[in-house]
């Protein structure tokens, strides 16, 4: 079995905190239906916490010497919207004037430490410019994601017409805070292979719903279980900073697990569920029995099929060590990258500086075909081409040959034949789901689990979430779809973790991704899955640019009268996804412009693309039905 990363503490002091009665659930969180003496209620009457975690009256100026009120500004100005960095002397801060009211908070995302001030304000909360995190103006606290804290929230007071900020010093240099958790207080009840909440799967979605649980209150036992030797890390950059080691990209450091109860068992393989007896069953025998079960296993990368798929130096990148060891293997060597995808293409513009040569082999004509459309494509296989990776398109591997059984040459159908030190596979992956065949959980025909709104599958309190899941997506009418994408699986850990817990929260964020190469990014919001046009702003030879993605509606009819027949129908052209690469914000401003429901048709972004706009987003606002 996997390490445990916590252990069982005494409790020396409670607090009993009333919740209101009509937040009161029927449904109690114990194991195998059996109340524990400390009993955390769903949203119910009474929850326990450590006086450290949640003291009575929380003041974030314990020490006066921590500090610092300065005058930053006149109140008249900022407009109401605008938004202001301001230097208190030792740190910045985000001021923000909405509704004639001023607020202060960290100045930096947590995520990245992109700049907010660059980023999108609506109504009530900010939106980063780079990855689209938001935060809520009001309390600093992360409302989407990426990424985990939140940010610190400052005091603001007027007086004789100037704006004074009074923050901590610690807040103003960290530019980052971790909301108030609570931790487990029963684990005495439990025998090592029995817990409350049982999760399968350490990634983003795991981690947000252990999190969001102890944020919520929930003081009973968590176990997440993960394949991986490593506790949770920042996967994406896997592909983007190939170099890094573990300890570098984790997401929380091993105290953090041990302070909160978030215990982690690396190395455990899931191998089947027994729904009706509510226990997991590990490849290596071990069973656990729980009350509630989120599934985020993610996914599997696909492997070669072909002739010499087995020998040495040949790499689907799925964990740090793989990516280590490619940068070992490709300094000053050949590379071949199989699949133009955001992982072949990200790992092909990260090698180019260091291997001897690179090659992608894909089957499309242009990298990202399906995704950004042929003409943003074609710009960046440009990009590329300029930083000397050379494009083997419309074709595929037949055969890998090996010397003394590593890698020297791969065979393309075509008849090329490209010589190979190392080759890295990225041409997709499959839902990590097969270990749920037998038992009973609704699995689709791609091997996808079906979730509700709720991330809840067909059986009652079992959760699904990430890259594994399709679930119904707000902004394209609640069809069913799959978005591995980072964001989205920290958002699914949430909902699942709320609606474990009865809040009956229904998801309805905006996908937003981006991808990085040669210190480029390329940002994208929206799903554009079929889309059926591209109107495109700026200039793409320059990399300067913004793509609309534009699929046709239903078709709507009109009448002449109540009882009259249909005398003609159309249908509206709407946006469904931007893209875009040196243009901020327009991505985030976008995003919410679709997360509050707004459409943004076709002929708009036309009349934007004819006039030139170049930067001018005012044509949003207040745009859409």
């Not at 409790?11 to 659930?25: A, D, G, H, L, T």
């Not at 190939?242 to 690396?266: G, W």
């Not at 034949?417 to 038992?439: E, H, M, N, W, Y």
């Not at 700026?538 to 300067?544: P, R, T």
Request: aromatic share 8%; charged share 25%; glycine share 8%.
């Amino acid at each position: 079995m996997g390490g445990c990363f916590s252990k069982p503490k005494p409790v020396e002091v409670k607090i009993e905190v009333v919740i209101p009665e009509k937040e009161r659930s029927k449904e109690e969180m114990s194991p195998n239906g059996k109340a524990s003496p400390l009993v955390y209620k769903v949203n119910g009457t009474a929850r326990h916490y450590h006086l450290e975690e949640h003291p009575i009256a929380s003041n974030p100026y314990h020490n006066p010497k921590d500090v610092v009120e300065a005058s930053v500004c006149h109140v008249k100005d900022l407009e109401n919207g605008q938004m202001r960095e301001v230097d208190l002397g030792c740190g910045k801060a985000l001021l923000i004037k909405e509704g004639g009211e001023f607020y202060a908070m960290g100045h930096k995302c947590p995520h990245y430490g992109a700049p907010l001030v660059k980023g999108v304000l609506s109504k009530g909360r900010v939106r980063c410019p780079w990855h689209g995190a938001c935060f809520n103006i009001g309390t600093g606290d992360i409302e989407d994601f990426p990424g985990l804290d939140s940010l610190p929230r400052f005091q603001v007071k007027i007086e004789k017409e100037k704006v004074y900020i009074r923050a901590s010093k610690q807040a103003l240099q960290t530019q980052r805070r971790t909301k108030m958790m609570a931790k487990c207080i029963s684990l005495s009840n439990y025998n090592l292979s029995s817990t409350n909440v049982l999760i399968i799967g350490a990634g983003a979605a795991g981690l947000v719903c252990a999190e969001t649980l102890r944020q919520e209150g929930f003081s009973d036992r968590i176990v997440m279980c993960t394949m991986d030797r490593h506790l949770p890390y920042d996967r994406p950059k896997l592909s983007k900073s190939m170099d890094s080691h573990p300890e570098q990209i984790a997401l929380r450091p091993k105290e953090f697990f041990r302070t909160y109860d978030i215990e982690v068992l690396t190395e455990m393989q899931a191998a089947a569920v027994d729904i009706k007896n509510k226990t997991a069953v590990f490849k290596d025998g071990f069973k656990m029995e729980y009350n509630k079960l989120l599934i985020a296993t993610g996914n599997t990368p696909k492997a070669l099929s072909c002739k010499g798929k087995e020998v040495e130096n040949v790499f689907n990148i799925r964990t740090p060590e793989d990516a280590n060891r490619v940068v070992k293997l490709a300094t000053s060597k050949n590379v071949v990258i199989v699949g133009a995808s955001f992982l072949g293409m990200e790992v092909a513009a990260y090698l180019t500086e260091r291997a001897h040569s690179v090659s992608v082999v894909e089957l499309e004509e242009v990298p990202f075909k399906k995704f950004f459309g042929e003409r943003v494509g074609r710009a960046v296989m440009k990009m590329f081409e300029s930083h000397r990776v050379k494009f083997y398109m419309q074709t595929e591997v037949s055969e890998l040959r090996e010397q003394e059984s590593k890698l020297k040459e791969v065979v393309l159908k075509s008849g090329k034949v490209l010589r190979a030190d190392v080759c890295v596979v990225g041409i997709g992956a499959v839902p990590a789901t097969g270990f749920l065949k037998q038992s009973g959980i609704n699995i689709d025909s791609k091997g996808f689990i079906v979730v509700n709104k709720m991330m809840q599958t067909n059986i009652p309190g079992v959760f699904a979430a990430g890259d594994a899941v399709t679930f119904p997506l707000a902004l394209r009418n609640n069809k069913k779809v799959n978005v591995p994408h980072w964001q989205m699986a920290h958002m699914h850990g949430r909902i699942a973790a709320l609606n474990m817990l009865a809040h009956g929260t229904e998801i309805s964020t905006v996908p937003y991704l981006w991808t990085a190469m040669f210190g480029k990014s390329i940002r994208y919001a929206g799903h554009g899955e079929g889309f059926d046009d591209v109107v495109i702003q700026g200039d793409l030879d320059e990399l300067k640019f913004v793509a609309f993605y534009t699929k046709r509606g239903p078709r709507r009819w009109l009448w002449c009268g109540r009882t009259a027949p249909c005398t003609e129908s159309w249908r509206s052209d709407e946006v469904v996804a931007v893209a875009s690469m040196n243009y901020d914000p327009i991505v985030s401003k976008v995003a919410e412009v679709l997360a509050a429901g707004r459409a943004i048709r076709k002929r708009d972004v036309e009349l934007f693309v004819r006039h030139g706009k170049t930067g001018d987003m005012s044509w949003l606002t207040g745009k859409g039905s």
